[in-house]
């Protein structure tokens, strides 16, 4: 796979990517309310050549006092546990995981913040590679390590400094990627706030999907954020980081470059005593 500015591949690309080599694939099936569940479906049959990601172990560090619920690894952590995996900053990597959704995003959005050149989502994931009759295997990988020295992507990153001064600036953009329920105030299932930062646009990361669940084309993903600016300063938050990624993923899939993804996300944003919160339409 050459450096390019897709970010999302195909079922037949995919096939094409894995067959001539070269490339790393990572499996990083997650259910949040089953943590064996990644693990087991991977031992039941992935990709040929794919190596297994634990979504929580790998991805996420443990809560604190502020940074959301699901913050970041370090650079240095993370660098180890892909470099361990065969991963350098030029390697080509596909990733995915049972369908179209956050968990295959995250761990897209972390390689390529740590320096990753060329990471690309199967688009359908696991289920779309059966369902068109590719083979699986149960096989596990022992890639050879490689060096992988963390070049992070600062302007991919956004923290609670740079979301309080994009709050009114007419050239920055925030978007909140949850659901309306949650982004209007009138519930807030994992947080004890509800509401969203002053300003936001309400972008559900589900409707960069079509009605058969693959992502919408480049095109239909521009018109999408037809409210957008290609020199906007975009900033995509969530509840905790993780479910913003898919609309990273797709801004960048649709040709906006200056896409950063708020972290901490809202569990982080009140954790500050003092931070406004906006409630009902905008």
Same mark, same amino acid.
């Given at each position: 796979m050459t450096t390019n500015e897709r970010q999302i591949a195909n079922v037949e690309e995919a096939r094409q990517l894995i067959e001539a080599g070269g490339v790393v694939v990572l499996d990083v099936r997650f259910s949040p309310k089953e943590p064996s569940y990644g693990r087991e479906a991977y031992v039941k049959g992935h990709l040929p050549g794919a190596s297994f990601v634990d979504f929580k172990a790998d991805l996420t560090d443990p809560a604190r006092e502020h940074g959301g619920r699901s913050p970041l690894p370090t650079p240095e952590r993370l660098a180890e546990r892909f470099g361990g995996l065969g991963i350098d900053r030029e390697m080509a990597v596909l990733v995915y995981e049972d369908t179209n959704g956050p968990a295959a995003s995250r761990l897209w959005w972390v390689l390529k913040y740590i320096g990753v050149s060329d990471v690309r989502v199967l688009d359908g994931g696991y289920e779309a590679w059966t369902a068109a009759g590719l083979p699986v295997t149960t096989e596990t990988p022992q890639?050879?390590?490689?060096?992988?020295?963390?070049?992070?992507?600062?302007? +991919?990153?956004?923290?609670?400094?740079?979301?309080?001064?994009?709050?009114?600036?007419?050239?920055?953009?925030?978007? *909140?990627?949850?659901?309306?329920?949650?982004?209007?105030?009138?519930?807030?299932?994992?947080?004890?706030?509800?509401?969203?930062?002053?300003?936001?646009?309400?972008?559900? +990361?589900?409707?960069?999907?079509?009605? *058969? *669940?693959? +992502?919408?084309?480049?095109?239909?993903?521009?018109?999408?954020f037809g409210a957008l600016g290609q020199d906007d300063e975009i900033i995509v938050y969530c509840g905790s980081g993780i479910s913003a990624t898919p609309n990273v993923l797709a801004l960048r899939e649709a040709g906006f470059r200056n896409v950063k993804l708020y972290a901490g996300s809202w569990s982080d944003w009140i954790s500050y005593e003092g931070n406004p919160i906006a409630t009902g339409e905008e």
């Open positions: 890639p050879a390590a490689r060096c992988l020295e963390p070049a992070v992507r600062e302007d +991919w990153l956004a923290d609670v400094h740079a979301v309080r001064a994009a709050i009114g600036d007419a050239g920055k953009k925030l978007v *909140d990627s949850r659901d309306a329920s949650q982004y209007l105030g009138l519930e807030a299932p994992f947080d004890p706030v509800a509401g969203h930062i002053p300003g936001a646009l309400n972008y559900f +990361w589900k409707d960069g999907l079509g009605a *058969d *669940d693959r +992502w919408l084309s480049p095109d239909a993903l521009r018109t999408r």
